[in-house]
């Protein structure tokens, strides 16, 4: 069985970072395409950033510039590096990954917290 766990989430000051780990289990070959998403109370899940098996990477307006997404494919990792960090950006963050050779379209971890506050 796949598992996704993240982790780093945490407390931090506006204008902090913080930097996000996705740990990828179980009995899988690679990672292809993997993305950090995030969900504030009373919104929709939104992807933040996404990069593919060739690490080309793409990311939603509002953070552009500030967070870099990247990968160990030796460790089976994913990380979002938060940088410059506002208020707004408080949400829960999940990873997906898309696994090969797993039919499944793509695995969710848990989630962890992000809170930006003053």
């Known amino acids: 069985q796949v598992q996704l766990v993240e982790s780093g989430g945490g407390l931090v000051q506006p204008g902090g970072s913080l930097r996000l780990s996705c740990t990828v289990s179980?009995?899988?070959?690679?990672?292809?395409?993997a993305g950090w998403y995030r969900q504030a109370p009373g919104k929709e899940r939104e992807l933040v950033a996404a990069?593919?098996?060739?690490?080309?990477?793409n990311y939603a307006d509002s953070v552009k510039g500030r967070f870099t997404i990247s990968r160990d494919n030796a460790k089976n990792t994913v990380f979002l590096q938060m940088n410059s960090l506002k208020p707004e950006d408080t949400a829960v963050y999940y990873c997906?990954?898309?696994?090969?050779?797993?039919?499944?379209?793509?695995?969710w971890g848990q989630g962890t917290q992000v809170t930006v506050s003053s």
């Open positions: 997906n990954a898309h696994i090969s050779p797993s039919p499944v379209g793509g695995y």
């Open positions: 179980g009995t899988i070959f690679s990672i292809n395409a």
């Open positions: 990069i593919t098996s060739g690490s080309n990477t």
